[in-house]
């Protein structure tokens, strides 16, 4: 049958189209380009520095791309790699380590009883939120609901995750979690030219990635492993249930399923940035 040719945008050497994705909401410049070539409605191709790339517009070709054992690995990010995203089920590559993890995930952690015991606490969550929100509307006139809506979704990340949520723990951790939380989305967020064209950030980092990763990494990774601590010194009066948190019940795990420090660090972090 031979190669089949893709159409798409021609990019420049080296950069490919890198340049025309910097300044807008990528998804958006891709849209728009495949609008404007008819031959681009089902597949079009183009390449991100050194990263060859086909996206579609068409929902059924969507499918099976995410459906299509070819494509069951993603590149992971320089910010993702730094932050140990590598060892946690969002970034980790297809295969036998990958596999546990899903199982551990659908077996132990986002089991539909697991889900149903942890109810209650977000139950308490919306209604704190709510109050607030409630408050701040009759004191000031208006609301910011971002900030709401992110303490809430820490708080049920908090008590699901460690079994404590943020009104249980000193003042001085909620800030520092805050503020690790908020480095971590800019950070994995942020346009990296050193994802598409890898020895560019030795001349070009507008952003400090690389500099910021390397401070944020140690400082996850001392406080995921202070609370693991925490439950290590409470385990040995503890059964696991249905209602525990996942801390308890990764620590718990034994055999075959059983996860090294790093990895339960990687997982954790990675659920915090969902």
Same mark, same amino acid.
């Given at each position: 049958?031979?190669? %089949?040719?893709?159409?798409?945008?021609?990019?420049?050497?080296?950069?490919?189209?890198?340049?025309?994705?910097?300044?807008?909401? =990528?998804?958006?410049?891709?849209?728009?380009?495949?609008?404007?070539?008819?031959?681009?409605?089902?597949?079009?191709?183009?390449?991100?520095?050194?990263?060859?790339?086909? %996206?579609?517009?068409? =929902?059924?070709?969507?499918?099976?791309?995410?459906?299509?054992?070819?494509?069951?690995?993603?590149?992971?990010?320089?910010? +993702?790699?730094?932050?140990?995203?590598?060892?946690?089920?969002?970034? +980790? =590559?297809?295969?036998?380590?990958?596999?546990?993890?899903?199982? !551990?995930?659908?077996?132990?952690?986002?089991?539909?009883?697991?889900?149903?015991?942890?109810?209650?606490?977000?139950?308490?969550? /919306?209604?704190?939120?709510?109050?607030?929100?409630?408050?701040?509307?009759?004191?000031?006139?208006?609301? /910011?609901?971002?900030? @709401?809506?992110?303490? &809430?979704?820490?708080?049920? #990340?908090?008590?699901?995750?460690?079994?404590?949520?943020? @009104?249980?723990?000193?003042? /001085?951790?909620?800030?520092?979690? @805050?503020?690790?939380?908020?480095?971590?989305?800019?950070?994995?967020? &942020?346009?990296?030219?050193?994802?598409?064209?890898?020895?560019?950030?030795?001349?070009?980092?507008?952003? $400090?990635?690389?500099?910021? /990763?390397? #401070?944020?990494?140690?400082? #996850?990774?001392?406080? !995921?492993?202070?609370?693991?601590?925490? $439950?290590?010194?409470?385990?040995?009066?503890?059964? %696991?249930?249905?209602?525990?948190?996942? !801390?308890? !019940?990764?620590?718990?795990?034994?055999?075959?399923?059983?996860?090294?420090?790093?990895?339960?660090?990687?997982?954790?972090?990675? #659920?915090?940035?969902?």
């Amino acid at each position: 049958m031979g190669r %089949i040719h893709i159409q798409g945008p021609k990019g420049l050497p080296i950069f490919g189209i890198l340049f025309a994705l910097n300044h807008d909401l =990528p998804h958006r410049t891709l849209a728009s380009i495949a609008s404007t070539l008819s031959s681009t409605k089902q597949l079009m191709a183009f390449s991100l520095g050194s990263t060859p790339a086909v %996206i579609t517009s068409n =929902p059924s070709i969507a499918r099976e791309i995410l459906n299509s054992p070819h494509f069951s690995n993603r590149p992971i990010k320089q910010s +993702a790699k730094s932050l140990m995203f590598s060892r946690a089920i969002g970034f +980790a =590559p297809n295969g036998t380590y990958w596999r546990s993890l899903r199982r !551990v995930a659908s077996t132990h952690l986002f089991s539909p009883r697991r889900i149903i015991a942890h109810e209650a606490g977000r139950r308490l969550d /919306c209604v704190i939120m709510l109050n607030t929100i409630a408050y701040e509307q009759s004191k000031h006139g208006f609301v /910011c609901l971002r900030k @709401h809506l992110q303490d &809430a979704a820490l708080n049920n #990340v908090m008590g699901t995750v460690f079994g404590s949520r943020l @009104h249980n723990r000193e003042q /001085c951790h909620i800030k520092e979690l @805050h503020e690790m939380v908020k480095e971590g989305f800019e950070l994995l967020g &942020a346009f990296n030219w050193s994802d598409y064209v890898s020895w560019i950030s030795f001349f070009y980092d507008p952003y $400090h990635i690389r500099e910021r /990763c390397l #401070v944020l990494a140690p400082r #996850v990774k001392k406080f !995921v492993k202070m609370i693991l601590d925490e $439950h290590r010194m409470a385990s040995s009066s503890k059964t %696991i249930s249905d209602d525990s948190d996942f !801390v308890d !019940v990764l620590l718990s795990l034994e055999g075959d399923e059983k996860l090294q420090d790093d990895d339960i660090i990687a997982i954790l972090w990675l #659920v915090y940035n969902r």
